[in-house]
């Protein structure tokens, strides 16, 4: 039984959708925060950052600059550190279960980031989040974790994968 449920794919495989349906029936507090694309006249223009106390904030815009960039994406990783970081070092002392999504290559320029991930990794809180299927080192020492079960999220096993996370939590939450 794994304490930790990483989740990875293809961009647009419904990965923050499935870590959202499942909040719904997970049981016990939840801490953290999930991202969701902008989009404008149909293009993806940036991702936006939105803690689960509803605080919400800017995480990457094609008009902004930079440094740090993603491809066409500059990213604010004040706005990150101010509403994602801080989430999950809240959800560290008062949640149930700690939500992160995305552990992403945005997210990982973050070394505040980098560093609550660990403590969340070996404190005694289990989580839930996606993680970017891409090599990285950070991300890659994140998924050879011991405590981590990694689920690779694809059309055709998103009602498998839904049931494994959910009976494996739900029997972690119940303690």
Same mark, same amino acid.
């Given at each position: ?6 989740? !990875?794919? #293809?961009?647009g495989v419904g990965?923050? !959708? +499935?870590? +959202?349906?499942?909040? &719904? ?11 969701? %694309?902008?989009? &404008?006249?149909? @293009?993806?223009?940036?991702? @936006?950052?939105? =803690?689960?106390?509803?605080? %919400? ?23 990150? %550190? =101010?509403?994602?970081?801080q989430a999950v070092?809240?959800?560290?002392? &008062? ?6 999504? &995305?552990?992403?290559?945005? %997210? #990982?320029?973050?070394?505040?980031? @980098?560093?609550? +991930?660990? =403590? ?6 289990? +989580? ?11 991300? =890659?020492?994140?998924?050879?974790? *011991? ?14 994968? *839904? ?9 972690? #939450?119940?303690?």
């Amino acid at each position: 039984m794994a304490r930790a449920h990483l989740i !990875s794919g #293809l961009p647009g495989v419904g990965k923050t !959708s +499935l870590i +959202l349906s499942l909040l &719904e029936t997970l049981p016990g507090t939840k801490g953290g925060f999930y991202t969701r %694309e902008i989009r &404008e006249a149909g @293009q993806r223009v940036g991702f @936006q950052v939105t =803690d689960l106390h509803g605080r %919400e904030g800017v995480l990457a815009h094609v008009r902004r600059a930079g440094p740090p960039r993603v491809g066409r994406y500059g990213v604010d990783l004040k706005t990150f %550190e =101010d509403i994602g970081v801080q989430a999950v070092i809240g959800a560290l002392g &008062e949640a149930d279960l700690i939500v992160i999504d &995305e552990i992403g290559k945005m %997210e #990982l320029f973050s070394h505040r980031f @980098q560093t609550v +991930l660990f =403590d969340v990794l070996k404190g005694p809180r289990p +989580l839930l989040g996606t993680i970017m299927a891409k090599a990285h080192p950070v991300a =890659d020492r994140i998924k050879a974790h *011991a405590g981590v079960r990694l689920q690779h999220l694809t059309p055709v096993n998103r009602h498998e994968v *839904a049931h494994i996370i959910t009976a494996d939590l739900t029997r972690w #939450l119940a303690g």
